[in-house]
């Protein structure tokens, strides 16, 4: 929606379904918390990580309308398909280990925060483009080429 909206233009109905695809998220993100505190057994609140889902949009939409000329901005854009594959899944299981071990649940979900962004990074600037070069060369080599006038 937001691309959509950035080249194609804001009408109420984009503005009606991103509403929804917000609310969408507030209720998963909910829903994550609760049966991750259903197996562990310390209080969690779902206002933080709301709030983080919240400014990430913004600031997503606020890139519609500012000028954005970072280089590494691309960078932080390619990291979040990995960081959205990996966030609740393992970073729940690193904060159930870290607060089986006696960590604070705050201190457990920070550090669990810290890995997946590190570990998103990993994948996407490291990892990644060397896989798709490895699969170039091996899979892609004999591509048909086009003749050059």
Known sequence: MIWLVRFKGMTAQRIGLSLVFVAAGV???VSSVSATQAKITEPMYALPPIILFLLAI?????SLQVEMSWAGWRKVGMMTYPLYLIHDLVGAAVIGKLV???VNYEVAMAISAALMIV???LIAVEAEPR???LLDSLLFRYRLRTPTS
């Open 27 to 29: 209720l998963q993100i």
């Open 58 to 62: 913004g600031f997503m939409v606020a």
């Open 100 to 102: 089986f071990s006696g």
């Open 119 to 121: 570990v998103s990074w």
């Open 131 to 133: 896989i798709r070069e």
